[in-house]
């Protein structure tokens, strides 16, 4: 009996001392942002997709890319180093784009099939027409060289031209020339004219 009020005695006199329940209780320190602890805890930032430049001229994103958009001299050597880069020789591709270019403004319809590779599919009236020779190009010319193409070829200026590896582009997609090899290795090729077709709406 005396044991059993000993107990009683000792829990009461723990009781008194400890903290009373409707006090508020200390909530552990957050660690500094600095810490390990938090550094690991976080979650890490989210890495941003890389963007595609599949489909983008091969311009140096550089201080002086800037510079090269206002000065015509360095937007052409630009646009001579993406043809070199991605197609091979850029003398080339710059006759057969004067060529075209010119042969489109007089509306020379012979000049330009004879800078076509064939066969050569064109859309005329929303059907997919396939020319075989430079004198179904030349008799079916007004049917498929429509203002809008024509326009994007003439007036595309040099320095504006889209190159990548699938060869030259004229406006937004109107006109395209390529490299076509004339041996296994492809060492020699002739620059010619692969797709004429309406840009988009």
């Given at each position: 009996?005396?044991?059993?009020?000993?107990?009683?005695?000792?829990?009461?006199?723990?009781?008194?001392?400890?903290?009373?329940?409707?006090?508020?209780?200390?909530?552990?320190?957050?660690?500094?942002?600095?810490?390990?602890?938090?550094?690991?805890?976080?979650?890490?930032?989210?890495?941003?997709?890389?963007?595609s430049?599949?489909?983008?001229?091969?311009?140096?994103?550089?201080?002086?890319?800037?510079?090269?958009?206002?000065d015509?001299?360095?937007?052409?050597?630009?646009?001579?180093?993406?043809?070199?880069?991605?197609?091979?020789?850029?003398?080339?591709?710059?006759?057969?784009i004067?060529?075209?270019?010119?042969?489109?403004?007089?509306?020379?319809?012979?000049?330009?099939?004879?800078?076509?590779?064939?066969?050569?599919?064109?859309?005329i009236?929303?059907?997919?027409?396939?020319?075989?020779?430079?004198?179904?190009?030349a008799?079916?010319?007004?049917?498929?060289?429509?203002?809008?193409?024509?326009?994007?070829?003439?007036?595309?200026?040099?320095?504006?031209?889209?190159?990548?590896y699938?060869?030259?582009?004229?406006?937004?997609?109107?006109?395209?020339?390529?490299?076509?090899?004339?041996?296994?290795?492809?060492?020699?090729?002739?620059?010619?004219?692969?797709?004429?077709?309406?840009?988009?709406?």
């Amino acid at each position: 009996m005396k044991n059993r009020l000993l107990s009683v005695s000792i829990s009461l006199l723990l009781c008194a001392c400890s903290p009373s329940s409707d006090r508020e209780t200390a909530q552990p320190a957050a660690a500094p942002a600095d810490s390990p602890v938090a550094a690991s805890d976080a979650p890490a930032p989210a890495t941003p997709a890389p963007t595609s430049t599949a489909a983008m001229p091969t311009v140096p994103a550089t201080p002086g890319a800037q510079a090269a958009a206002n000065d015509p001299a360095a937007g052409d050597q630009a646009v001579n180093d993406s043809i070199d880069a991605n197609l091979g020789d850029h003398a080339k591709y710059q006759a057969a784009i004067r060529d075209l270019q010119s042969a489109v403004a007089a509306g020379d319809a012979a000049r330009v099939a004879s800078l076509a590779q064939y066969p050569f599919s064109v859309d005329i009236g929303g059907k997919a027409t396939v020319l075989k020779d430079e004198q179904g190009f030349a008799a079916r010319y007004q049917d498929f060289m429509t203002p809008d193409i024509s326009k994007a070829i003439v007036e595309t200026k040099y320095a504006d031209l889209f190159v990548n590896y699938k060869g030259v582009m004229f406006g937004s997609g109107q006109a395209w020339l390529n490299g076509i090899c004339k041996d296994n290795e492809c060492k020699a090729f002739d620059v010619k004219l692969v797709a004429l077709q309406h840009g988009p709406d």
